[in-house]
């Protein structure tokens, strides 16, 4: 099946610092991923849609400027924490469906990434 | 995009059959229904998907009737495994947009 991957799997870093994640499809191409925050007992949150080759979409109370996407190819986006504080501690998920299958809803997700802000 | 309601949590035993039921009365005529299952610290895995009456595979099936405002997730002879946090989704599958989640059912097999 679909595999997406995402590096690192947990980071720790200090406060004011940036924290680069990176969402891969390793055997599918995707024009669309998405990045979801998940804090603990609680649900997935949207946080941002990252389109290929063009800006992300933000959902509403996300700070662009704070929380940076690039989707660089079809194979790769990123998510950049800037400035990381305390209560951007989360887990990060990202997914992406393959082009061409027509099911918008059957999203392949990655493992996630644990970061921690001290 | 429809609302879905689900239980928030449930309890079972091994062994036993596990229903999960989602409603959605404001399913739309182009929306399927799709369900995953999270893991803790894991992202979520896509179980099943379905429009209208039974879906099965080697996981799970689906039961959707025919007014299509609820469904009904059913694991078989669940194991310590299955427990996790099942997800009830409902949206058009062919439109390019975002997917919502709600809060789940957090689902806690015992042995």
């Known amino acids: 099946g679909a595999v997406v991957s995402q590096h690192p799997s947990w980071v720790i870093c200090k406060s004011g610092t940036s924290v680069k994640i990176e969402c891969r499809s390793l055997d599918f191409q995707a024009t669309t991923m998405f990045w979801y925050r998940q804090f603990p007992k609680q649900s997935l949150m949207l946080m941002a849609t990252?389109?290929?080759?063009?800006?992300?979409?933000?959902e509403q109370g996300v700070e662009k400027d704070k929380f940076l996407i690039n989707h660089a190819s079809l194979t790769l986006s990123t998510l950049t924490v800037t400035s990381a504080h305390p209560e951007d501690s989360s887990f990060y998920i990202c997914s992406a469906s393959p082009l061409g299958t027509g099911d918008h809803y059957e999203q392949y997700f990655g493992p996630g990434t644990r970061l921690t802000v001290t | 995009l429809a609302k879905t309601t689900q239980p928030i949590s449930m309890d079972s035993y091994e062994g036993q059959e596990v229903n999960i039921t989602c409603s959605h009365n404001?399913?739309?005529?182009?929306?399927?229904i799709t369900w995953y299952q999270q893991f803790p610290s894991q992202g979520p895995r896509f179980i099943i998907q379905g429009y209208k009456t039974k879906v099965t595979n080697e996981v799970a099936s689906l039961f959707i009737p025919a007014d299509r405002k609820s469904s009904t997730l059913s694991l078989p002879r669940v194991s310590l495994s299955d427990t996790a946090v099942y997800y009830c989704?409902?949206?058009?599958?062919?439109?390019?947009?975002?997917?919502?989640f709600g809060k789940g059912t957090r689902l806690h097999i015992l042995p």
């Open positions: 989704l409902v949206g058009d599958v062919n439109r390019d947009d975002k997917i919502i």
């Open positions: 990252s389109n290929e080759g063009s800006k992300a979409t933000y």
């Open positions: 404001n399913i739309a005529t182009n929306d399927y």
